[in-house]
Nanobody, 121 residues
């Protein structure tokens, strides 16, 4: 199993940037696909971005393409989400996910506790 802890959320004005971090605690971090999801009040959890082992491939939701960048540092057991040009509709709790066999919207397995991102207009 892997334990995930998200940090970096906060309040930012529209057009601003935030960088989320997800620290993973386990012996085999490099073997996991990693991803970010988000959930706004009253909404279903939605896929944001994912990254493969060794960062060979990435995947993004259409709503964040060109604005968000997912990356990973296996030496630090950490995955990041750089969020630029933030919009009020990006406001949500952001969750980190780890899956040993899948990446993208179908990811299952370990999840973090979430970090709140609020974008004001």
């Amino acid at each position: 199993q892997v334990h995930l802890v998200e940090t970096g959320g906060g309040l930012v004005q529209a057009g601003g940037s935030l960088r989320l971090s997800c620290a993973a605690f386990g012996r085999t971090f490099s073997n996991y696909y990693m991803g970010w999801f988000r959930q706004a009040p009253g909404k279903e959890r939605e896929f944001v971005a994912a990254i493969s082992r060794s960062a060979a491939t990435t995947s993004y939701a259409d709503s964040v393409k060109g604005r968000f960048t997912i990356s990973r540092d296996d030496a630090k057991n950490t995955v990041y989400l750089q969020m630029n040009s933030l919009k009020p509709e990006d406001t949500a709790v952001y969750y980190c996910a780890a899956d040993s066999s899948k990446m993208g919207p179908e990811m299952e397995g370990s999840w973090g506790q979430g970090t709140q991102v609020t974008v004001s207009s």
